[in-house]
């Protein structure tokens, strides 16, 4: 059976629909279930919970695609994705519960159908399962999740942790007493044998026809990125009709709510359309300015005077990242013997090596992962950041890096970056029309669980590895990114100087359309590369003229800016607020807000934050 990481890797590079079809087959089940547990059996909640996480599925394949196996990033991503949607149908049922009628005795009482003793034990884990899960961590959820949500042998589970047989026997035999020291702490025991009630449940078969369905939808979802809003808009304004139909049914009364929901509904609907009109409207927009980017920058280019700014911080002007006060100042480092230890276990793979080598600070690491590993791409990408190199083997390790990462756009930003410092102008532009159309990634979310991974084996807890991989991990290329973007401006000056407007034009479009990639928060999970993102918009805002159109939406160049500042200004509001929070959580609170934050991105994860404890 093909793996789960090559089904990504052959989706993320050619857009095979089939390979995403299959991946949906084999977790379909999983995720409808866990989605389901959560939204009280609601079918229709839980078939849009599974949507938003194969959509999310789709959109991130490139980065997840090393994975061994995709069934605990699934399961964390349906528990969070349901835990929201049920909370806004929580709300939602408040407001419309002021009109409803509360239900008779006659109507509540009702004899239950006996019960064997299995039945009867699921009934009892059934609401709290999701959530005591997530209070394990997450190689502890992924062995429970591997042996007894999809039934897999231990030699399968072993193959998929990494582990022999024997091993990842004791991994499930350990994880599963501490699942049931969480029930107990819940006041909840089974009679008949934990694993038992968890294999004969936790799992069901999902409606026909919803896989197709899901693959369809979550693929067109990423490639148009309106398809999947406009679907959830119309099932959330289904729902809404349905239930404002038995308020009217259930007293007369709310003939006159029912006649002001169907107007707002109309009112909202209305306004949807046209915000997904507009939204059609950008992307096209922004897909025809990539291609006159391609078409239209002419060679040979003028000359540009680099301005190196080897001091410059990628977070200059920006929020610290450093939330709390826990491994703030600088990230343990490793021992010698530790990072044998876990190369080792890992049978000394790319990431392994590549891991140590950030975890311990040892050179000797990443030489090694260059030997023996030159055909991955993640080997080049930490190779061409080496400070070490000198300028011809940079340049090696940077034609290494298209070649090993073809689809990938910042092997060819970052060469563009080489050959405009060494004065090669005509090949930087060269690399950036190469770029037009391809994908973006930074290996950012695998570097930091590869980093946890090697914390976790060294001793540190769930929360401590968790912690120091995500906070502590250093991200030298946000400052080859921002010089880049400076790099366009000074191109599209260089241009427009010797008359050649058009050209102009063109690096002034790549140079905001690197700025969008960063700021994307689908791309990546930190916010200081979001802000990264939007300084490098700034940049080439602040050199076009104010009151130029921007996009097809009427919108000026002065707007746009203004936009910009606006969110970075919302975006500094909710990281004050969570900066004085973060430092008072919980090991399994902060746990919760990491998790949040590889699934959801870490503004949402900080808005979660300051929502669920701003007010203790």
Sequence with gaps: MTSDNELLRRYAQTCSEDAFAELVRRYVNLVYSAALRQVDGDTHLAQDVAQTVFTDLARKAGSLARRESLTGWLYTCAHFAAAKMARTENRRRDREEKFMREPTNESRAGVSPAQNPTEMDWEKIRPTLDAAMHELKESDREAILLRYFENQPFADVGAKLGLNENAARMRVERALEKLRAVFAKRGITTAAALASVISANAVQVTPAGLAATLTTTSVAAVGTGTTFTFLKIMTATQLKLGISVLVVAGAATALVVQHQTQTK???????????ITQLQSDNLS???????????????????????????????????????????????????????????????????????????????????????????????????????????????????????????????????????????????????????????????????????????????????????????????????????????????????????????????????????????????????????????EEIALNAMNPNSPYGGNGQTVQDRYNQIYQNRQAIREVVDQATSLLPTLSDQDILNYENRRRAFGEVAALQWVVSKYGQK
């Design 286 to 536: 922004l897909s025809r300015r990539e291609a006159v980017a391609k078409l239209m920058l002419r060679l040979p280019a003028p000359h540009i005077q680099i301005t190196s700014q080897p001091n410059v911080s990628p977070m200059e002007d920006l929020p610290s990242t450093n939330l709390y006060d826990r491994f703030k100042d600088q990230a343990p480092k490793l021992t010698a013997a530790q990072v044998e230890a876990y190369v080792k276990a890992n049978r000394t793979n790319a990431a392994s090596l590549l891991a140590a080598y950030r975890t311990s600070g040892d050179p000797a690491l990443l030489k090694e992962a260059m030997e023996k590993f030159p055909n991955d791409p993640q080997v080049a990408f930490e190779a061409v950041l080496d400070k070490d190199l000198s300028p011809e083997e940079q340049r090696q390790w940077l034609n290494t890096f298209e070649q090993d990462a073809p689809n990938n756009a910042l092997a060819n930003y970052l060469s563009a970056l080489n050959y405009f410092n060494s004065g090669q102008i005509d090949q930087g532009v060269q690399e950036l029309t190469a770029a037009s159309g391809k994908g973006f990634d930074d290996y950012t979310l695998d570097r930091e669980q590869d980093d946890e991974e090697a914390y976790l084996s060294a001793g540190y807890s769930a929360a401590e590895a968790e912690r120091i991989a995500d906070s502590c991990l250093t991200l030298p290329q946000l400052s080859q990114v921002k010089q880049l973007g400076v790099d366009l401006v000074d191109l599209a000056k260089a241009y427009s100087q010797s008359g050649d407007q058009a050209s102009a034009q063109a690096a002034f479009q790549m140079a905001m359309n690197l700025g969008q990639r960063y700021g994307d928060t689908s791309i990546g999970t930190d916010l200081i590369s979001q802000l990264v993102g939007t300084a490098i």
């Design 265 to 275: 509904l109309r009112e909202e609907n209305e306004s949807l359309r046209q915000q």
